[in-house]
């Protein structure tokens, strides 16, 4: 089955601050690669996502690149503010049909934006 | 609020014990999840509807384990015979079934179950 690890688990930043955040995962037929967010007693939230067929995807402050020769896939975050302290996972799944929302996960990376 | 409800939020149990977790998705989804939390780690996959028609389930899932959806629209995840190992978040997510391209889902806030 599909393996997606995570790195950093936890991540610190200054406010302003660039924050990047690498996943990797293992099953080649993976296509889709969504990246979620999740406050304090509350579910994921997807905030971007990407489709295999494209490298890099940008939404205001926020971007994601995906190598699929490599497997890997990042999340990129500038001019980071205290708002966007959270857990931020990333996931890959098989992207069509009822496979799309059977996402292995990563572990999290928890960020942190000190004003 | 048009989001995932589930209920209850919070919930705990004596080790043996029966629960039964609730989730009402956005209305629209023919598509519902169940994901299962532990601390520090991200969610992983139990079980999936399309309408009632439970479609795949985890090996995680074992037979203490039943979710039922039974009229395409609420499901109930049950856990008989709780042990302290099944202390975790119950997530529940949807997702509309015509939302080609897209894989997103709708998380609801979870049901954290303490088994003591």
């Known amino acids: 089955g599909e393996n997606v690890e995570q790195h950093p688990s936890t991540l610190s930043v200054q406010e302003g601050d660039s924050a990047v955040i690498k996943c990797t995962y293992s099953?080649?037929?993976?296509?889709?690669f969504p990246w979620y967010k999740q406050e304090l007693g509350k579910g994921p939230q997807l905030i971007i996502d990407i489709r295999s067929n494209v490298g890099e995807k940008k939404d205001q402050r926020i971007a994601v690149t995906l190598n699929k020769t490599a497997k890997h896939f990042s999340l990129h975050i500038t001019e980071t503010q205290p708002e966007d302290s959270a857990v931020y996972f990333c996931a890959a799944s098989g992207g069509f049909g009822f496979n799309a929302g059977k996402s292995t996960f990563g572990d999290g990376t928890t960020l942190t934006v000190k004003p | 609020d048009t989001g995932v409800s589930q209920d209850p939020r919070h919930k705990i149990t004596k080790r043996g014990q029966n629960v039964t977790f609730r989730c009402d998705p956005i209305s629209e989804h023919n598509r519902l999840y169940w994901y299962r939390q532990t601390l520090g780690q991200g969610p992983e996959f139990l079980t999936y509807?399309?309408?009632?028609?439970?479609?795949?389930k985890s090996r995680l899932l074992s037979d203490r384990f039943s979710a039922e959806r039974p009229k395409g629209s609420f499901s109930t995840l049950e856990i008989q015979r709780t042990e302290q190992g099944d202390s975790a978040m119950y997530l529940c997510a949807s997702r509309s079934g015509t939302s080609l391209g897209t894989g997103e889902l709708f998380f609801g806030e979870g049901s954290r179950l303490t088994v003591l």
């Open positions: 099953d080649s037929a993976s296509n889709y």
């Open positions: 509807f399309q309408n009632e028609a439970q479609l795949e």
